[in-house]
Nanobody, 125 residues
Framework: QVQLVESGGELVQAGGSLRLSCAAS????????MGWFRQAPGKEREFVAA????????RYAEFVKGQITISKDNTKNTVYLQMNSLKPEDTAVYYC??????????????????WGQGTQVTVSA
């Protein structure tokens, strides 16, 4: 059983920055992938970024365009999502997901078996 706990979401003004954290615990093997997703009101959960358990490989959704960076502190088993130049359309609940992916380029939320409770990010205009 893997537990994922997100933190760091808050209200921020447009143009500001936030760093979200996701702490992972439990029995995790080296092939585990962790990702960030977001879900705005009335919309489906969408992929933002993912990182392998080693931290050596990352990938991003096309809309990220250099605005977001995913990273991992292997000593703390914690994944971070650094978001810069935030816009009101970035407002959403951000979720941390994890799983052993069949396809390393997987972006579908259904393929990530473990989820955190989510953290709210609100960007004011």
């Amino acid at each position: 059983q893997v537990q994922l706990v997100e933190s760091g979401g808050e209200l921020v003004q447009a143009g500001g920055s936030l760093r979200l954290s996701c702490a992972a615990s439990g029995r995790i093997f080296s092939t585990y992938t962790m990702g960030w997703f977001r879900q705005a009101p009335g919309k489906e959960r969408e992929f933002v970024a993912a990182i392998t358990w080693s931290g050596r490989s990352t990938r991003y959704a096309e809309f990220v365009k250099g605005q977001i960076t995913i990273s991992k502190d292997n000593t703390k088993n914690t994944v971070y999502l650094q978001m810069n130049s935030l816009k009101p359309e970035d407002t959403a609940v951000y979720y941390c997901g994890g799983g052993y992916l069949v396809n390393s380029y997987e972006t579908r939320p259904s393929e990530f078996r473990d989820w955190g409770q989510g953290t709210q990010v609100t960007v004011s205009a």
